[in-house]
């Protein structure tokens, strides 16, 4: 195998431009009355704070233009809600829910 | 307030409806392969419901509740008609995973699959060495055939899952499995121990490894799991003969999963067909929802109440649910009784021992999945 063909790791950064992959679908689910997050084999329910998030990946928002978003939003310091955005997007981009 | 949103990654089976359906859509398939999950008496062509009736099932199914269909066989892409299920699936907001052999696949039918709204495909691997793998198969040429068709999934930029049913025939190649996940480019390998079942159950000895095949086999996906952070994610599906707890079968009886077969019937569990005494109703005669709500083979098992000793008073019987109900059955001839899997069942010891005595002794012959009246053993 061509070692330089290996895929690698997404990193997420204050400049990713994090998105959903077109296998993955956030959709709300009438029966339950929730969002839902439809991928490969598996179901995943975002809380409240992972949806804020989520429906500002569009592509085109940078995750430090996501966290200065949501913190209008939270009362929190935004160096923080900066981090735990990251936090979240690294996990789900690990779990391929992200891509960036 | 804290931003650290960790997402519930638990199955929302506690809901009331269920998530998945698992559309048996035939049990047709080039492939003979001595594990398969179909029972042992295979439904044939002629019954298989109509692509009317399937795209009827799919709006119960949605309107029910299910998020994820999977279709599957047999080979699902033995319908002609796939294309129609596929795009009444995306019609309805079904996310829709095709799990298949890829063998009998074009890259023009494939092309047509995703232009229909496909949104996943679940290619199954015997091996990663071709002629160890289309002898498990008994298809020849059928493992280059698949890395092609995985290949044409990646270049339609269709997400793709690699699944590896591992068993003392090819567990050695475990490894090389994983490389071959990361060279295709798939997001999702399943590395799943066979599950003794049906034809598995019948092939057992051919295919129990032993106990320190599995430990091992436990370490290297989690060093590879490590190791491949955010480029391949690995589900692993260990074998219950050496475990101490049992696995939450289908996240519990009834709860998340609903299964119709090439024929219509409506099962709790793909396998359940093995369990004597249960009736399966039909999709002809009854509606998804009566059937998922009410039906005598759904209500037999779900929750705790038909539960006994040492289920009934367990800590853990809302979490595993008693383990598998087919597997008791099979195991201990009472469907009611623990998995014998749970080391607090009188069964467990036998069942291990089972485990280890045909792991030690050398492989028989495979018994190939055929229908019943051209079976031979192979």
């Known amino acids: 195998m061509n070692k330089g063909s290996e895929p690698e790791r997404l990193l997420i950064g204050v400049d990713s431009l994090p998105a959903l992959p077109r296998h993955i679908k956030l959709r709300h689910d009438p029966t339950r009355n929730r969002w839902m997050i439809l991928a490969p084999e598996r179901v995943l329910m975002p809380d409240p704070i992972a949806l804020d998030i989520l429906q500002l990946c569009d592509g085109q928002r940078s995750v430090a233009a996501i966290a200065a978003a949501l913190a209008g939003q939270y009362a929190a310091p935004e160096e923080r809600i900066l981090r735990d955005v990251t936090n979240l997007l690294q996990d789900l981009a690990d779990k391929g829910v992200i891509t960036a | ?378």
């Open chain 2, 1 to 378: 307030m804290s931003v650290a949103a960790e997402l519930d990654t638990q199955p929302a089976t506690a809901l009331g409806a269920p998530l998945g359906l698992l559309a048996e859509l035939t049990h047709r398939c080039p492939l003979q392969c001595p594990y398969c999950s179909n029972p042992l008496n295979l439904e044939r062509a002629h019954d298989e419901l109509s692509t009317e009736v399937w795209c009827e099932v799919l709006a119960q199914a949605a309107e029910l509740g299910v998020l994820q269909l999977h279709l599957s066989g047999g080979e699902p892409t033995v319908r002609r008609d796939l294309t129609q299920i596929i795009a009444r699936a995306a019609s309805l907001g079904l996310y829709s995973n095709l799990i298949t052999a890829g063998v009998l696949l074009t890259r023009e039918r494939l092309e047509e699959l995703a232009a229909c709204g496909l949104d996943h495909v679940q290619i199954s691997v015997q091996d990663s060495d071709a002629a160890n793998a289309d002898r498990i198969a008994h298809y020849a040429g059928g493992h280059r055939k698949k890395l092609e068709v995985a290949r044409w999934t990646k270049a339609l930029d269709l997400p793709l899952t690699l699944n590896a049913p591992i068993h003392r025939q090819n567990i050695a190649n475990l490894p090389a499995i994983i490389a071959l996940a990361v060279e295709l480019g798939a997001q999702r390998l399943e590395v799943a121990h066979v599950q003794y079942y049906g034809w598995a159950l019948k092939n057992r000895q051919a295919l129990m490894p032993t106990r320190e095949q599995v430990l091992a086999s436990a370490e290297l996906i989690a060093e590879a799991r490590t190791k491949l952070r955010g480029v391949l994610v690995i589900d692993f599906v260990v074998p219950d003969y050496y475990a101490r707890r049992p696995k939450p079968c289908m996240g519990g009886w009834g709860r998340g999963i609903i299964t119709v077969t090439p024929s219509g019937r409506v099962l709790p569990c793909h396998a359940a067909q093995t369990i004597d005494g249960l009736e399966f109703d039909n999709v002809r005669d009854r509606s998804l929802r009566e059937i998922w709500s009410k039906s005598a083979a759904f209500q037999a098992f779900r929750g705790t109440t038909w539960m006994r000793e040492p289920c009934r008073s367990c800590e853990f019987r809302g979490l595993d649910w008693g383990g598998c109900r087919c597997q008791a059955f099979a195991f201990t001839g009472s469907a009611t009784n623990a998995d014998p899997a749970c080391d607090k069942s009188g069964f467990h010891a036998a069942f291990t021992d089972v485990a280890r005595s045909e792991a030690g002794r050398p492989a028989a012959a495979f018994t190939y999945r055929r229908p019943r009246s051209d079976r031979r053993v192979g």
